[in-house]
């Protein structure tokens, strides 16, 4: 295990930060929920540590396999799948999909070897709002989970580089065309919260603009995709870009 690992964690609960704004999701006393699932049971063990050390989380399950990841999916609640692409019975892709049609609500972050881009594109195309590349993430796990439940993303800088200058040469890899099927129309407050949400703001942030709950926001924007037919905020912003919606 290289210094880089080790230096990532956090040493005691003591470490976590104690000033953790109330509106934001991921409290001491209703943390996040991540179900973890590698096939690699020393680099499960690496972020296992980490997660459980910040009392914002709540490691409920982990799994070695796409068979035991699904079995996890349907039996557990959670708000974060951290999961790695290659399993030794299949693609973490699979386990993605699953997990946004069983859990819609829950976020997934990919934790990879492989750092390529078209495996990135396709995980970000599936839903995933986080790809972490293992061995070069400089921040820690924790920090992750509690980006992507209050509406951000995360992905490991040189992985971000590398999807920058794929994007200046034009995208490789053919994505699904958003909105294809016909959507159904927003209501005043879904387009007011994707209107924010194309500038960049978090749930939590678009919380306290409109003075709603960050479960509220996020119960709009997963409203939003599904009259949208989209998947990621991404696509939704792309959609109401070329219809007129912001």
Request: hydrophobic share 40%; glycine share 6%; aromatic share 6%.
């Amino acid at each position: 295990m290289t210094d880089l690992w080790s230096s990532t964690r956090f040493s005691s609960r003591e470490s976590v930060p104690s000033l953790w704004p109330e509106h934001f999701a991921g409290q001491p006393g209703k943390p996040a929920q991540v179900l973890l699932v590698d096939d690699d049971p020393h680099m499960r063990m690496v972020i296992s540590q980490e997660l459980l050390v910040d009392p914002r989380i709540l490691l409920v399950a982990q799994a070695a396999s796409v068979h035991e990841g699904r079995r996890m999916i349907d039996r557990h609640e959670f708000d974060v799948l951290m999961v790695d692409l290659n399993l030794g019975d299949g693609w973490g892709f699979e386990l993605i999909e699953h997990m946004k049609s069983a859990r819609p609500d829950a976020e997934a972050v990919v934790i990879s070897a492989l750092e390529d881009e078209q495996h990135a594109l396709r995980a970000f195309e599936l839903g995933a709002t986080g790809y972490l590349v293992k061995n070069s993430w400089f921040g820690n796990f924790p920090q992750a989970v509690l980006q992507v439940v209050n509406g951000g993303a995360s992905i490991t800088p040189s992985m971000a580089r590398r999807l920058l200058r794929k994007l200046e040469h034009g995208p490789s890899v053919q994505l699904p065309e958003p909105g294809a099927e016909e959507a159904e129309p927003l209501s005043e407050r879904e387009k007011e919260i994707l209107k924010i949400v194309a500038v960049g703001y978090t749930s939590a942030e678009i919380g306290e603009r409109l003075n709603i709950s960050c479960m509220t926001v996020n119960t709009h924007i997963k409203n939003i995709y599904r009259k949208l037919h989209v998947r990621t905020r991404a696509q939704a912003v792309n959609f109401a870009a070329h219809h007129g919606l912001l």
